[in-house]
């Protein structure tokens, strides 16, 4: 469904970027210090990775499901249901302290984080109009940046005043908010299709090839879910205020990038820059993240490395929202997040596996040349099938089926 105003002029449709923000702030205000409490509890780190492996793989078996949901019923009972998990999760967290325990409240809470992913965004699709696309979808993406840079600041103090019981506590009030706001979000509308729907959409060679590309890039977002607060914290010896401003800097940088990638898309739509040479970019810094021996050398590195991820961050929600039909954006969505998932839960483990014989910097460096390798072999076959002249015009998919 569309509306024919400007979504940016209606509080509710400006929810979608607030509620962002909210959740993704507080994930990453307890995501940032985790691994930090969960080493202290005495975890081991070849057993840390698959634990944090959970939050992504958890919804596994329920992300394709529940987007179809988001299509055949209400979404916003379906984010209320996602809102619920991460409540239990926070309380699980709060009283576990065996890993068994511990595996299972990541499951619960990888649960509410891939509805939130799937749904939220699906249903931000529906409801938006088709012109200016690009910078509609950045402007969504400015509450993810924003939310991914100042919930590690904000968890640092916290951390530094009350521990992780604190964080845990501050994460219970923001979520109950959370739920009001998505009650004032709007409908989106409501369908019936069938299974082999969805797998005629999917089974494209453009559509596969996207999801190939980012596969191969979420496992980058696994590798810094294990490694990154593990890196500055264990063997950099960053202070916990030292980490949220490294996050804080990195998450305002891509903020502002946010809008200009979009409304840059908007003038010269050209998918290889941003889906391929943004690859190559993150991956030559993220290789650089092991040699940032200090916290501005760090805030450096990470915002250059983020001169490549924002604009594949935006490609990936850009595809998303063209490469699938508009009615079917809840269980077509879903499916590039199970792909997501399965790379971000492989880049968790490889971490795990690899800082064990060489350290997380180590982890950054030869997961960094794999991700390089991959961009180079992806460049011809992404140019081909989106911006070779007979491929060059995106499949904007606005029909009704």
């Known amino acids: 469904m569309s509306t024919g105003r400007n979504p940016f002029g209606s509080f509710r449709l400006l929810l979608f970027p607030l509620c962002c ?157 959370l739920i009001v706001c998505y009650a004032l979000l709007p409908e989106g509308s409501i369908n019936r299709f069938s299974w082999s729907e969805y797998r005629e959409d999917v089974f494209q ?59 840059q898309f908007d003038i010269h739509p050209r998918i290889t820059p941003f889906l391929v040479g943004g690859m190559v970019v993150s991956s030559v810094f993220h290789i650089a993240t092991a040699f940032a021996d200090s916290v501005n050398r760090m805030i450096l590195v990470r915002i250059l490395h983020t001169l490549g991820d924002s604009p594949v961050i935006f490609a990936t929600g850009l595809l998303t929202s063209t490469l699938f039909p508009q009615r079917r954006l809840g269980g077509n969505s879903a499916v590039v997040q199970t792909v997501r998932t399965v790379g971000v839960f492989t880049g968790n483990a490889m971490t795990g596996i690899i800082a064990s014989y060489t350290g997380y910097g180590g982890a950054f460096i030869y997961t960094g040349i794999f991700f390089l390798m991959s961009a180079i072999l992806f460049l011809p076959f992404v140019y081909a099938y989106f911006d070779a002249p007979r491929g060059k015009n995106l499949p904007v998919s606005d029909s009704p089926t």
Not at 32 to 40: E, G, Q, R, V
Not at 42 to 61: C, E, K, Q, S, T
Not at 221 to 230: A, K, L, Q, Y
Request: hydrophobic residues 55%; glycine residues 12%.
């Open 21 to 177: 923000f909210l959740f993704t702030a507080t994930f990453w205000m307890m995501m940032a210090f985790l691994p930090i409490y969960l080493t202290n509890l005495g975890v081991a780190g070849n057993h840390l990775g698959f634990i944090l492996g959970m939050y992504p793989l958890a919804g596994l078996g329920f992300i394709i499901p529940f987007g179809v949901l988001a299509d055949r019923l209400s979404p916003k009972k379906v984010l209320y249901a996602g809102a619920s998990c991460m409540l239990i999760h926070i309380v699980m967290l709060k009283f576990a302290l065996a890993e068994c325990l511990i595996f299972f409240a990541t499951f619960v809470g990888g649960l509410g984080l891939n509805i939130f992913q799937t749904v939220l965004f699906a249903l931000y699709l529906k409801v938006i109009p088709e012109d200016h696309r690009g910078l509609r979808v950045s402007i969504f993406q400015m509450g993810f940046f924003l939310g991914f840079g100042v919930g590690p600041l904000i968890g640092g103090y916290l951390w530094n005043s009350g521990g992780y019981d604190l964080i845990l506590k501050i994460s219970t009030y923001v979520f109950l908010v």
């Open 205 to 263: 060679k453009k559509t596969l090839l996207f999801l190939a590309v980012y596969f191969v890039y979420a496992l980058h977002f696994g590798v810094e879910h294990t490694g990154f607060s593990m890196l500055m914290k264990k063997e950099l010896l960053f202070s916990a205020r030292e980490i949220g401003l490294v996050y804080l800097a990195v998450g305002l940088w891509m903020t502002l990038l946010a809008p200009l990638t979009g409304h």
